[in-house]
């Protein structure tokens, strides 16, 4: 019996957009579309980064809610992108001196802060006009930042998006953030020390035959660095 191979499914809203998808490959059909190597041989076939992301914003622009099925394809290509420029400095480099961002200098990412690529890649594919692409832009980071800071392969989230398209993308990047904040802390165990009342006690524990059982009367006290001190008055062995 042959096996299904599940397609983002992917509205033709214009030639552009569809082009610049095939550029990322972002078809589970493809057999190496999450291959960073292979992504930036394609990249550098044609534009560059940004010019190619930029042909999304005809599609992105249109968006009329969240989850909306004509942005799939497109939102898994601006995903590889980031990944890609993260993996690449040079490409990381010539993306933040793209003339898109000479007007917006604020929103400008800095060569030295790669780990800015997604947050970046999804302005620039979005765009800069006025306050609705400031909130798809944010939205967009938004859906993908959980799986950005995993280090999530492209491959698993156009996975995840066929099997039940952008709100399951959704719904999983809110299960890897709640279990994030749900992690407990990693306690660190403090130093601690004992201090005897003289030498006299110590020579009595010192006498001790391993194994023996005592009694002591203790008081604790926090010490400089967090260490605590434990000084010891009395002990009887039982």
């Not at 890897?176 to 601690?192: E, Q």
Request: hydrophobic share 40%.
């Amino acid at each position: 019996m042959k096996s299904r191979q599940k397609v983002i499914s992917l509205a033709p809203i214009n030639a552009e957009a569809n082009f610049a998808r095939s550029v990322f490959g972002t078809s589970k059909n493809a057999r190496n579309e999450d291959d960073i190597q292979k992504l930036g041989k394609r990249l550098k076939k044609q534009d560059g980064v940004a010019n190619v992301l930029i042909k999304f914003r005809s599609e992105f622009n249109a968006l009329s809610h969240a989850y909306h099925d004509h942005v799939r394809g497109s939102t898994v290509a601006v995903y590889a992108a980031a990944r890609f420029l993260v993996e690449d400095k040079s490409s990381w480099a010539e993306f933040c001196r793209h003339p898109e961002w000479q007007d917006w200098k604020r929103l400008a990412p800095r060569a030295g802060h790669p780990e800015d690529a997604l947050r970046a890649a999804a302005r620039i594919a979005v765009g800069f006009g006025g306050k609705g692409a400031t909130r798809r832009a944010s939205r967009l980071y938004r859906l993908l930042e959980p799986f950005f800071a995993r280090n999530t392969s492209p491959r698993k989230v156009a996975s995840i998006i066929n099997d039940g398209g952008l709100k399951r993308l959704a719904e999983v990047g809110a299960t890897l953030k709640k279990g994030k904040k749900g992690a407990p802390k990693s306690a660190k165990t403090p130093n601690c020390r004992f201090a005897l009342k003289n030498q006299k006690m110590a020579k009595k524990i010192a006498a001790m035959t391993p194994g023996t059982k005592f009694r002591l009367s203790a008081k604790a006290k926090k010490a400089k660095g967090g260490a605590i001190e434990i000084r010891i008055y009395n002990f009887k062995a039982t």
